[in-house]
């Protein structure tokens, strides 16, 4: 995918009233479904596709971004665990998902992607009162 062609570059994905903060080499976002509470996605700025496409000092940048946001939703939510995925199959642009794991998830040992749910869309006013929250842990 060149860059023109990719929706993360172009501005159009994630939604901007979805921001959480800019990291410095990433910008967190809430994800759409917050089925999951505190699903966070982290966009890498530039265009870039696999990890080996980054500098090292990138590569060191960015995991301790993903660990800021993971530390920020550790204390927002209480998680029992966090997951981290890095796919990128449906939009080839490097960005994280980072995820709480609750106490009362119904599926603990599986993959969000597994878990078949009603994608839960928040109030624009619970959305910004959620990401408000994270933001207070960055
Ligand atoms: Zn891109």
């Known amino acids: ?22 990291l410095g080499l990433t910008v967190a976002y809430l994800h759409d479904d917050q089925f999951f509470a505190g699903w966070t996605l982290l966009v890498l700025k530039r265009h870039a596709t696999e990890l ?8 060191s940048r960015l995991i ?26 449906q939009l080839p642009h490097i960005h994280w998902h980072v995820i709480p794991r609750l106490a009362n998830d119904p599926a603990p040992r599986d993959a969000v992607w597994t878990v078949i749910h009603e994608p839960k869309r928040l109030t624009s006013d619970a959305l910004q009162e959620r990401a408000a929250l994270i933001r207070t842990h960055l």
């Open 1 to 22: 995918m060149t860059r023109v062609a990719c929706k993360a570059c172009a501005g159009e994905w994630p939604p901007k009233d979805h921001r959480i903060a800019d």
């Open 52 to 59: 080996y496409d980054l500098t090292k000092d990138e590569r």
């Open 64 to 89: 301790e971004e993903v660990s800021e946001v993971a530390a920020a939703l550790a204390m927002a939510f209480e998680p029992v665990k966090i997951n981290y995925e890095l796919l990128g199959n």
